[in-house]
């Protein structure tokens, strides 16, 4: 199983980055994606999520309103769209998958885990 992900950059604040993750090794559609995001020097934290069937989504409070997760299951890729950025944005964004799950916000009901890529927002 691989999970890739990509995208990240420098960009200024209040600008837009699109996310992509790409996931091999699974059937993607049976498998919950979400988003978590580490700053340097704190612990992980939960970004969105979206169920298998990709009629439930979650979302941290603090991105709600500017980021959106959305899934293509015929390309095996979730996407993280990213607007408005704020410098407290900056972090390295990973994306994992769980199976058939509820779009769990914990990060220890997922199962595999991609690379992380670097988001960095500066003002």
């Known amino acids: 199983v691989q999970l890739q992900a990509f995208g990240g950059g420098l960009v200024l604040a209040g600008g837009s980055l699109r996310l992509s993750c790409a996931a091999s090794?699974?059937?993607?559609?049976?498998?919950?994606m979400a988003w978590f995001r580490q700053a340097p020097g704190e612990e992980r934290e939960f970004v969105a999520s979206?169920?298998?069937?990709?009629?439930?989504?979650y979302y941290a409070d603090s991105v709600k309103g500017r980021l959106t997760i959305s899934r293509d299951n015929a390309k095996n890729t979730v996407y993280l769209q990213m607007n408005s950025l704020k410098p407290e944005d900056t972090a390295v964004y990973s994306c994992a998958a769980r199976f058939r799950g509820w779009g769990s916000v914990i990060s220890h009901d997922y199962t595999y885990w991609g690379q992380g890529t670097l988001v960095t927002v500066s003002s």
């Open positions: 979206l169920t298998w069937s990709g009629s439930s989504s």
């Open positions: 090794g699974i059937t993607f559609s049976n498998y919950d």
